[in-house]
């Protein structure tokens, strides 16, 4: 079973200052609309590629649009051993500040 978090949690503790590893699985068109400022951006259908760039002693909260990506990608993060934290809602209920760039800074596996 995933742990969740509200995105109000979460912009509660970037506020507070508290050092959160976000990870957003969105696609590259979804994330140059704005993300959390200091996201991780690994779409989820590369996720178990990229696995690697991922530490697992850090706890990431993930993020998709609406929640159902993040569940999926908790589910494979989990089985990984990593540290994970669903974030409920997605970016459709987040509140606080957006990152936003232009699409060529996305992150993006040649």
Known sequence: MNKKVT???V????????????LDV??????????????????????????????????YVVVCRSGNRSKAACGILNALGFDVEDMVGGMNDWQGDLDKYLSESVDRVD
């Open 7 to 9: 995105p109000s949690e």
């Open 11 to 22: 912009a509660e503790r970037l506020n507070m200052g508290i050092n959160v590893f976000v």
């Open 26 to 59: 969105r696609e590259n068109d979804e994330v140059v609309q704005g993300k959390i400022p200091g996201a991780k951006h690994i779409p989820l259908g590369q996720l178990a590629l990229r696995k690697g760039e991922l530490n697992k002693e850090k706890s």
